[in-house]
């Protein structure tokens, strides 16, 4: 709580205030987004704000919205850390705004590359695609013996590729 707090207060006018702002089914906008969780970062560690986040996505998949719409895959597809990946694109399409294009290609039974394409620079922070890791881990939990997933930001051509690997 001290964190989010100095998190907040750090925060230029209108950051947090946009995101707290928002009603209940609006997309997470970019930009402040993207700034209030570089802080984030900044402020808890690395390993503490992936940890953070793992466990909201934990909690974020039980949700009435997100728990029908991974019920209704894991019917399809079956109860895999794939299936969280396939039906990402659509969860980050309900819950976010103006982040860039979102695809995942499958690179093996494991391994998948989640790749985000013309994202504005101000998204392509660490602190973002970290949260962005540690959801996709937190997701995936409850499906796997572990799952790990490593972001890389490519600031010159504007994408960001996660890559996850699980047992």
């Known amino acids: ?4 707090r100095s998190a907040r207060g750090a925060s230029p006018t209108g950051d947090a205030a946009e995101v707290r702002a928002l009603s209940r089914v609006a997309g997470l906008p970019a930009e402040p987004v993207a700034a209030l969780a570089e802080r984030g970062r900044s402020l808890l560690g690395d390993r503490a704000w992936r940890a953070l986040h793992r466990g ?4 974020l998949v039980e949700r009435p919205l997100f728990k029908a719409l991974f019920s209704g895959a894991y019917t399809l597809f079956g109860a895999s850390p794939a299936t ?4 990402l ?3 980050f399409d309900l819950s976010h705004r103006n982040f860039g294009a979102l695809s995942v290609a499958f690179e093996g039974p494991d391994l998948a590359l989640v790749t985000r ?3 504005p620079a101000s998204v392509l922070t ?3 695609f970290d949260v962005f890791a540690a959801t996709i881990e937190g997701a995936t939990a409850p499906l796997c013996g572990r799952c790990e997933v490593r972001a890389e930001l490519d600031l010159p051509r504007r994408m960001a590729t996660l890559t996850a690997r699980w047992t």
């Open 89 to 91: 694109p659509k969860v």
């Open 1 to 4: 709580a001290p964190a989010a």
């Open 56 to 59: 909201a996505a934990s909690e």
């Open 126 to 128: 660490q602190g973002f």
């Open 117 to 119: 394409r013309d994202a």
């Open 84 to 87: 969280v990946l396939r039906v």
